[in-house]
């Protein structure tokens, strides 16, 4: 399945002084590009936590390496790496938009917890939800 890349601009906001990223936002990106990707699939958060499938963040990597200032484009591509029937694992990769210029990497893992936070075996639980989830797992 072919998926579109996240596309972002970035606002004054969100940097420095020096016009430079601050570190804090990296988080909010992954987050906004792992939703577009979740909506491109028919898996939308909002849908999912009606279901009763919350997925909470357990780690978060990131890799700087090269700034991303005020005003710059960007395009996040989001990669499932790893499913299990309880976790699952993405990496991130950050490009200048337009261009190959690789800017920043990063991963995160999540737990597939029900509403009262205990784990939940997704494949169990929902099948259709992690065969769906399968069908992007990107092998490294």
Known sequence: MKLDTYVRVINYYETDQMQVVHHSNY??????ARLHMMDQIGLAYDKMEEMG????????????TKSITFGDVIEIKPMVIKLTPVRFTLKYEIYRSGTDELLHTAQTSHAFVDTNFKPMNLKK????????????????
């Open 53 to 64: 499938i919350i997925i909470p963040v357990l780690e978060l990597h990131n890799y700087f």
């Open 27 to 32: 988080a909010r990106y992954l987050e906004e």
């Open 125 to 140: 639980t929902y099948p259709d939800v992690y065969e769906t989830l399968s069908q992007i797992v990107v092998e490294q």
